[in-house]
């Protein structure tokens, strides 16, 4: 669509605060429709109410005429003693009751019952002494009476939403005003009906001699007054909506704010700036959590980078070296005398300088993919014991010509053994005694030693060499790293950073313990094995 083009829109504290005003809308106009529903159904209860009483009080003045007053309270047929009942029925068989009404005089409880038979209505009364009283009445005298009630009604509702109707069973009859023309329609009963478009709410009261008594209201106040209540509320909900939309624009500006500074960090590390990091603003758990989690990322690639840029530079300068001396040798043997015997001697010191840059390289890719775990782990159940002997025999004879005593260490009463891989158990240990033997002087000492603590094996090699500077510590296992004191010495730096991958790759740690002029002891301390194996 073409909104989605614009930039505005597609953003999310936009998107944000659009779905936001629509779930606020969608249920301000569910709630309004419940409650205008409500309402209406109230004001409807109301009406009928008042219609139910009205016929009610009609239908009393058409039994009773003036003299309702005289009879005391209207009552319903349960309350009215059986015996009353019983008396009535039976002094005039066939009696429909009608009515029933309470007066009292003294203490003294008298009932006066209206029912009819046919179309003849009766009027009963059973006397203190026993005797019961009846007499045939002639409703249609009291009619003149109803219209004066239905005026008076008329007087005290108003005549403009309500109206009063009697009509007798040969068609004639009276009603208060014209409101409603019609007079047909529903029998019996409370109905809803629409004339000229205009609807009213009707009762009718069928009577027992066939007239009927009808009372209806004009819903349209009700209609008007819902009208007016759904005017306010739109009106509302636009200034609502109007200061909502500002609301929630900001609110979605402020929580998504964190994610447009890790967004635009992104860009600007992208764009060569690694040191950049987003500044932590507490605005919500989530977005601190991806604030902290970006930084660390950050931190890490410009970690990477820089250890790339510093290996390059190493690797290129490890490279440099064996290639500018091919480079010379080349050269002094073509400006010399052109015998073979020169060539063979430059052609002998080329392969030694390539074997020695295909070591390197090896060296490399090996501690990468032991890093990475591209080459896995070949474990095999381990004598760690008889692997600290045999190292302990093949460097013994290097020890010697170095003239540095080299003694080994291990328990003679059990056998340590572990799950790993032989081979490189074999190149980590090896590592550490030749770095060991390579910085200690002659006349000194180097310890290869194997032990348990606390359940897990250990393999430590101690010096007595030239020790390592605490500035040193933490960079020693790092790829082509050299101190000062080894920049004299054979070795490209890579011995150490071998024996922490192939440590990772084991899950073993690695403690150093040393201090420069005392010597250094390195000891790799591999994880708890099950019992069985350390039997």
């Known amino acids: 669509m073409f909104w989605s083009r614009i930039r505005l829109f597609s953003k999310l504290r936009f998107k944000a605060a659009f779905w936001f005003l629509i779930l606020f809308a969608a249920s301000s106009v569910l709630l309004f429709f419940l409650v205008s529903r409500y309402v209406a159904n109230d004001m409807l209860r109301i009406t009928d109410w008042l219609l139910e009483s009205t016929v009610r009080d009609f239908t009393a003045s058409y039994l009773t005429g003036k003299n309702t007053a005289r009879y005391g309270q209207q009552v319903p047929f349960p309350e009215v003693p059986k015996l009353d009942l019983a008396a009535f029925q039976a002094h005039l068989p066939g009696i429909e009751l009608l009515a029933a009404y309470r007066s009292k005089l003294e203490d003294l409880e008298f009932y006066t019952l209206f029912g009819s038979r046919g179309k003849e209505l009766y009027e009963f009364r059973l006397g203190s002494d026993g005797r019961a009283y009846s007499r045939l009445l002639h409703p249609e005298q009291n009619l003149p009476f109803l219209r004066k009630e239905f005026e008076d009604k008329l007087q005290s509702f108003g005549s403009d939403n309500i109206y009063f109707r009697f009509r007798a069973p040969d068609g004639s009859g009276f009603e208060s005003n014209e409101l409603r023309k019609g007079g047909g329609g529903a029998g019996s009963g409370l109905s809803t009906i629409t004339e000229d478009g205009r609807k009213f709410r009707v009762m009718k009261q069928p009577l027992f ?82 604030v902290n989690a970006f930084n660390a990322m950050s931190e890490n690639n410009e970690a990477l980078v820089t250890e790339l840029r510093t290996v390059t530079d190493d690797i290129a300068h490890d490279l440099r070296t064996p290639l500018t001396r091919m480079r010379g040798l080349a050269e002094v043997t073509a400006a010399g005398k052109p015998d073979i015997e020169s060539f063979r001697e430059m052609c002998g010191a080329v392969a030694e300088e390539c074997d020695s840059m295909v070591q390197l390289i090896n060296e490399m890719l090996e501690i990468t993919r032991t890093e990475s775990s591209i080459n896995r782990l070949e474990r095999t159940e381990l004598s760690l014991t008889e692997l600290v002997r045999q190292a302990g025999t093949l460097f013994s004879e290097l020890a010697e010509d170095r003239k540095i005593r080299l003694e080994t260490k291990f328990p003679a009463d059990h056998e ?55 500035e040193d510590a933490e960079k020693i296992f790092k790829r082509f790293y050299r101190c000062d004191a080894s920049r004299t010495l054979p070795g490209n730096g890579l011995g150490l950073a071998m024996v922490q991958a192939i440590a990772n790759a084991h899950r073993a740690r690695i403690e150093l313990e040393s201090s420069p002029g005392k010597g250094s002891c390195f000891s790799v301390i591999f994880p708890p094995e099950p019992e069985e194996i350390n039997s």
């Open 416 to 470: 340590i053994k572990i799950r790993a891989d032989k081979l490189k158990i074999q190149r980590l240990v090896a590592n550490l005694l030749d770095n060991a033997l390579k910085f200690t002087p002659a006349g000194g000492m180097v310890t290869l030693s194997l032990s348990k603590r606390d359940g897990a094996a250990v393999i430590a090699v101690r010096d007595s060499g030239c020790g390592i500077a605490p």
């Open 209 to 290: 001699d066939g007239s009927v008594i009808e009372a209806g209201s004009s819903l349209q106040g009700i209609d008007e007054r819902l009208t007016a209540y759904t005017r306010i509320f739109l009106l509302f909900l636009a200034g609502v909506l109007l200061f909502g939309t500002a609301a929630g624009y900001l609110i979605a500006w402020k929580l998504t704010s964190g994610i447009e500074r890790v967004s635009d960090a992104a860009r600007r590390i992208a764009d060569g700036d690694l040191s950049l990091r987003v500044k932590l603003c507490h605005e919500a758990d989530e977005v601190d959590q991806l």
